[in-house]
C-alpha cells in the first residue's frame, strides 16, 4: 500500500492571514507530498506495507535514518494538517471539557500550558516540532529535531504537534519564530482533533 498525500481539510486560503495561501502551497503541496514521494521510494521491497504509518514510523526509528524521516514527517504532517481549522484557537473556553482537566492536573492550568508548548517550539535548535503528548496516563510537553516525534521517544502519543521547520513559517514571518507560534496556537489550533486523539489515546 503507497503512501499518500491526503488532501487539506480546508481551502488553502482558510488559514489566513495567520497562514497564507503561499506557505500552505508550498508546505503542503511541495514538501509533504516529497516526503511521500521519497517515503515510497525508500519503502519499496522492506515488507512495510502491512504496518499501519504509525507502526512504520517506529519500526524504521534506527534503523533506517532516511526512510524514518520521510515517515516520521509523513506521519507528522497527516496529523498537522488536522490540527489546524479557521477561527481555530481560543482561550481555555475553547478546550474540551476532559481535554482541560487533564491540562490543569498534569501541566499546571492553560496558561502554563500555552507558555511551555510555545517555549519548547522557540528553544527546539534548528528544524523541529514542539509536542503536547499523553505518556502513562499523563499529558507532557516536548520538543522534537527534524521528523522525529513523542511516537518514538518512550512510545508517547501525540495529541497536538507544531512544525518549527522554517517552510512553516518563513514566507508569513520571516524569522520571528516566537510571533508564528503564538499566532499558531491562539488562532489555528483544532482542540476537537486533539480531543479526538486524547480520548483515543485513554
Not at 504509525?54 to 534506527?62: I, L, Q, S, T, Y
Not at 524521516?69 to 473556553?93: E, I
Not at 508564528?180 to 488562532?187: I, S, T
Request: charged letters at 25%; aromatic letters at 14%; zero cysteines.
Amino acid at each position: 500500500m503507497a503512501y499518500e498525500l491526503p488532501p487539506l481539510p480546508y481551502a488553502y486560503d482558510a488559514l489566513g492571514p495567520y497562514m497564507s495561501k503561499e506557505t500552505l502551497e508550498f508546505h503542503h503541496d511541495k514538501h509533504h507530498q516529497a516526503y511521500v514521494t521519497n517515503g515510497n521510494k525508500l519503502a519499496e521491497g522492506k515488507g512495510l506495507e502491512v504496518l499501519e504509518l504509525e507502526d512504520a514510523v517506529k519500526e524504521v526509528f534506527g534503523k533506517d535514518p532516511a526512510l524514518f524521516n520521510n515517515l516520521g514527517q509523513h506521519y507528522n504532517h497527516v496529523h498537522f494538517w488536522n490540527w489546524m481549522k479557521p477561527n481555530g484557537g481560543g482561550g481555555a473556553s475553547k478546550v474540551p471539557a476532559a481535554l482541560l482537566k487533564a491540562i490543569e492536573s498534569d501541566l499546571g492550568g492553560f496558561d502554563k500550558f500555552r507558555a511551555d508548548f510555545i517555549n519548547a517550539g522557540t528553544t527546539q535548535f534548528g528544524s523541529g516540532w514542539a509536542w503536547l503528548s499523553l505518556k502513562d496516563g499523563k499529558l507532557q510537553v516536548t520538543k522534537t529535531a527534524n521528523g522525529e516525534s513523542p511516537l518514538v521517544h518512550g512510545n508517547a502519543k501525540p495529541l497536538l504537534g507544531v512544525d518549527v521547520w522554517e517552510h512553516s513559517y518563513y514566507i508569513d514571518y520571516r524569522n520571528a519564530r516566537p510571533k508564528y507560534l503564538e499566532a499558531w496556537f491562539d488562532n489555528l489550533v483544532n482542540w476537537e482533533h486533539v480531543e479526538f486523539l486524547f480520548e483515543e489515546a485513554r
